[in-house]
């Protein structure tokens, strides 16, 4: 008889991988959960998160599911009631109303570690998952039944089946030579939160500039976070301000539609970049989240698509005998059915990018007729916002 430590490892206890243990917390899988630091529990409660999500509705449901969801607290969440979008020419523009869609919101504005606090406080209750913290894996062995960790502290680990839910730059995605293309957009994503003058009711908002995109998502307390993609010598310019500086730098090209700002966290910066992973599955490992796949920001649907792979995943593995969940022709179901969704999404980001970042004159004109159009027909509106509300 074969001897494991566990059914399944899942490396990495971020968003992801915390999701995919309780999605399986009601099987009788036998799940140990590998992250090398201890989450952040507890904070000053005056104090933001500089990463905020914007949830979707497939994914709101789905932590719901799984028990995260009733976890956050409500003065934490921002709903959002309406999206608007500006082109780089006037009177190009489009909105998407939640009224108009026939729902409450569109998504829901959540810190990362509001979100991180609930689904660690959820796994406190899972009988089925162990939680091994402070500790990073050094080397994986995958043989023709198990795959087997060593770790740092000089143990191992043996399990049918490995999960790499570790990040972007995936450690489990190199050890098993999953190759990777990687398309640097030579942009940033700078950054920060703001407390506005003026009420955003709720209201997101947009602009595609000739060489930027920047975004403003409501948050709770009549605050917003801004993510500005730019390329680095914008980037250098808003790391380089003061705090006053940066505040009427960014409100302005704003249109100061919410009045003057305060900065209340301070700006970072991270590199923007897409990544496609032709096979993310593989036999006794599979990945999810950032491993599998990253987009571009500009319709805050990276988050929305790691939840994908959580739904998908926790249902073809609740499907099979304990003893298959490592097999190949089992996973290549989860690899399938994924692949539509996210080469979709990763199209529509990648095209809406290298669309206006250019400054090409016959498609700059395209590119804000084709904005104006789309506000003018509404069912092609409800569409496109369905569409993003049940990714």
Known sequence: MKSYDADLIIVGGGLVGAALALALKNTTLDIILLEGREPQLDWPLASWDQRVYAISRASRR???????WPL????????????????????SRLEFAALESGVDELAFIVENRELQRALWLALAQCSNVRVITGVSAQGLEISADAAQLSLDNGSTLKAKLLIG?????????????????????????????????KPHYGVAQQWFMPDDILAWLPLPDQQMSMVWSCYQDRRDELLGLSADQLAARVSLAGQSSLGSLKLITPPAA????????PQIARSRVALVGDAAHTVHPLAGQGVNLGFGDVAELAKVLASVHPERIGDALVLRRYERARRESVLL???????????FNNHNPILKSLRNIGLSMTDSVPWIKRQLIRHAMDS
């Open 62 to 68: 789905l932590l719901t599911d799984i028990g995260a």
């Open 72 to 91: 956050t607290r409500p003065e934490r969440l921002c709903p959002v009631s309406a999206m608007r979008i500006a082109g780089d020419q006037p009177h």
């Open 165 to 197: 839910a570790d990040g972007a730059n995936s450690w489990v995605r190199q050890q098993r030579d999953m190759p990777a293309s990687a398309k640097s957009y030579e942009q940033y994503g700078v950054v920060a939160n703001f407390a506005c003058e």
């Open 270 to 277: 991270f590199p923007l970049k897409l990544t496609q992973v």
């Open 345 to 355: 999404m990763q199209t529509v980001c990648d095209g809406l990018q290298s669309l």
